[in-house]
């Protein structure tokens, strides 16, 4: 193989891992604990916190602050699945790349 086709190879996989990402930065993410959920986009942007209220009294603040995190890392989480699911043909051998 010449470098030119090489270097063609690589615009294309570059172009691909590219289109990849846009994808998953687009897509809504839905993490969910106990009566709270947490909508957050590929980039891990949090677009939305619910909390069901009518579950709540004043004396669980503590518990909502938890039930949030844990919601929260749920979503993260499942952008990094699909991020490696997407990409990680990719990355073999590079990894922390995205």
């Known amino acids: 193989m010449n470098i030119q086709a090489?270097?063609?190879q690589a615009q294309k996989l570059q172009k691909d891992m590219m289109k990849q990402k846009e994808e998953i930065d687009n897509m809504t993410?839905?993490?969910k604990s106990s009566f709270v959920t947490?909508?957050?986009n590929g980039t891990k942007e949090i677009l939305k916190v619910k909390i069901a209220s009518e579950n709540?009294?004043?004396d669980d603040i503590e518990m909502v602050e938890d039930m949030i995190m844990v919601a929260t890392n749920d979503a993260m989480k499942q952008v990094d699945k699909v991020t490696e699911e997407k990409l990680g043909k990719y990355t073999?051998?590079?990894p922390g790349l995205f």
């Open 6 to 8: 090489m270097m063609k």
């Open 29 to 31: 993410f839905i993490g």
């Open 38 to 40: 947490v909508e957050m």
């Open 56 to 58: 709540l009294e004043k």
């Open 92 to 94: 073999q051998g590079m």
